[in-house]
């Protein structure tokens, strides 16, 4: 990487880190520390709530499946707008009435303390997995490709994000996350139409959706209804609002972003906000991932991704088998860029006939590639069975390092450091706020002044923060990095979502009964969860929400009315 990249990342970042601890240079009691000065207007929330949502994985895992897989993905956000008018109308006035820091302490007013212990130990256990996977999944691609030392890049964005969130709490992650948007956003932008700048003289922006389009990547929307299929219109209308609804309605990282607004209005502006910005952002991420696709159809692409695993063969007796499948995709490739110059010919004189026949090639020509691309992922795992071989989450920061020009390449490394860090930040920041207020002053330490429960909550940071290092340390990739965490949140989320909703609606059910159903509900989940990994049943995980929550809910009804019910 030339000195020049370097320095833009380094300046961007240290800036970041900078501007944070400068800020919030007034935090010096628990509750500043903890919900800042309650001052945030609604497009700081918003912007602040997309972060916490947008890690890193986000913007190295989506284009990699659009490119792969189309925009099929983008039905996983249909619940989203559903969610947030949903949060804004129930949720959002109970938080602000009671006046409180977590939404775990709620539980406890309206069943009792061991339902509120339960219900934030899950979300401890969930979202510092989590957390491991946010700063694992960008590190462990970045020293991939940029032959970084895995555990030292862990260490440079985890200490970065440690700095500020320690010294400014809450307030810090907004006002930090605000920056950290506007570089993510600008970053994508600039990409994508560099993008654009770098296909044929003959293809534009037209010609390119039409290729793709033809090559069946355009493909938004599926109303098939398949409980085995993850992306269809109705697991995202339907799964997707409960795991929304669950995700910023129970997770006390996003629970704690709109909580900080100046009032129950700014909060409402900022929660719909995200509902109808996020939406369009994951279409531009996905598109990026599809001018990837399209600009590779005219450029040589590497067979595989992950240039790691390839320096392992080289090193191999099986280098020369991995020479010849690259000739042989090269070839392929060749062939293919002929059919798609034809098809935009045919498709510009409107002739149907020539565009199903180069169609049909072109649609063989990728088979042939995909077959190329597969075996030799095979001769990878053949050398070493311990390597990952799934490199679609490469795909993007391959384009970034090998074809953008020189600074934008530390601007694009950059954003990926940004967009971890803003996660990584809310979530540390979500941890020790549970833990203090939830845990710890609640049920293990009762008595002791602020000043007290302020260091506590910085030592908690910390330890949060190491706890996620050791665990990005021993983590593996998931087949694809984005689906990590959703998988990761699916696990938990149904069961938080149907304690909330029984809380919110189901006004006869009391302690004993929801404690009682969320252990049933979420060891239900774990067992659906289980048999679906073993090939037994089928059911994509975003389903998982919609089930988890419906079994607490339908649970602790028929305990309440069996009179089991204290």
């Known amino acids: 990487m030339h000195w020049i990249d370097w320095t833009v990342m380094g300046l961007t970042l240290v800036t970041i880190v900078a501007y944070g601890v400068y800020r919030t240079r007034d935090v010096t009691d628990v509750k500043s520390y903890l919900m800042g000065h309650k001052d945030l207007p609604w497009w700081t929330i918003g912007l602040s709530i997309m972060a916490t949502q947008a890690s890193a994985i986000t ?6 499946q659009a490119f792969d897989d189309g925009m099929r993905f983008a039905q996983f956000y249909f619940g989203l707008p559903v969610a947030m008018v949903f949060l804004s109308i129930f949720v959002l006035p109970i938080f602000y009435r009671l006046n409180i820091f977590t939404a775990y302490e709620y539980l406890e007013q309206r069943f009792d303390l061991k339902t509120r212990t339960l219900t934030a130990s899950l979300f401890l256990l969930s979202r510092g997995l989590a957390a491991g996977i946010t700063i694992y999944a960008p590190s462990i691609i970045l020293s991939s490709l940029m032959g970084w030392n895995l555990t030292l890049t862990n260490l440079m964005m985890g200490i970065l994000v440690i700095v500020y969130t320690v010294a400014g709490g809450t307030k810090a992650v907004s006002v930090t996350q605000k920056q950290q948007m506007i570089i993510i956003l600008s970053g994508m932008a600039i990409t994508a139409l ?4 770098k296909l044929p003289a003959h293809v534009g922006l037209t010609e390119a959706v039409k290729v793709a389009g033809k090559m069946g990547k355009l493909n938004i929307v599926d109303f098939s209804f398949d409980l085995s299929n993850r992306y269809t219109f109705w697991s995202g209308i339907l799964g997707g609002t409960f795991l929304f609804l669950s995700y910023f309605g129970t997770d006390q990282s996003q629970v704690q972003r709109y909580l900080s607004g100046r009032s129950l209005k700014e909060s ?3 929660l719909l906000f995200n509902g ?4 369009p952002m994951q279409f531009m991420i996905l598109f990026v991932g599809i001018l990837v696709y399209v600009f590779y159809l005219y450029t040589p692409s590497p067979v595989h991704f992950n240039r790691a695993n390839i320096l392992k063969v080289e090193k191999s007796e099986r280098y020369e088998e991995y020479q010849a499948l690259e000739q042989a995709n090269g070839e ?3 062939q293919r860029m002929a059919a798609a110059d034809q098809l935009i010919l045919a498709m510009d004189a409107g002739d149907e006939t020539v565009i199903e026949q180069a169609q049909s090639t072109m649609k063989t020509l990728q088979a042939a590639e995909r077959s190329s691309r597969e075996e030799v992922r095979t001769l990878i795992k053949e050398v070493s069975p311990i390597l990952d071989t799934n490199d679609l989450d490469y795909v993007f920061l391959s384009f ?3 074809f953008l020009p020189i600074g934008l390449v530390g601007l694009l490394l950059a954003v990926i450091f940004s967009a971890a860090m803003s996660s990584i930040s809310s979530e540390l920041n979500a941890l020790a706020t549970t833990t203090v207020i939830d845990i710890y002053r609640r049920s293990l330490v009762t008595n002791r002044q602020d000043p007290h429960y302020l260091k506590a909550s910085r030592w908690f940071t910390v330890g949060w923060g190491v706890i996620a290092l050791i665990f990005a340390e021993t983590a593996s990739l998931f087949d694809n990095l984005i689906q990590a965490v959703n998988i990761i949140g699916s696990l938990f989320y149904g069961t938080l979502l149907g304690i909330f909703l029984t809380a919110f609606f189901l006004k006869k059910v009391k302690g004993d ?6 252990l049933i509900g979420e060891a239900s989940v774990l067992l659906i969860f289980w048999l679906s990994q073993i090939g037994y049943i089928s059911i994509a995980y975003l389903w998982l929400n919609l ?13 309440a009315k069996l009179g089991s019910n204290r």
């Open 59 to 64: 913007f190295l895992s989506t284009p990699g």
């Open 194 to 197: 560099i993008l654009l700048y």
């Open 268 to 270: 409402r502006l900022g």
């Open 276 to 279: 109808i910005i996020k939406v």
């Open 332 to 334: 392929i490739q060749s």
């Open 400 to 402: 970034v390092t090998d």
């Open 513 to 518: 009964a929801i404690f009682i159903a969320a």
């Open 547 to 559: 089930i988890g929550c419906i079994i607490v809910m339908l649970t602790a009804w028929i305990i």
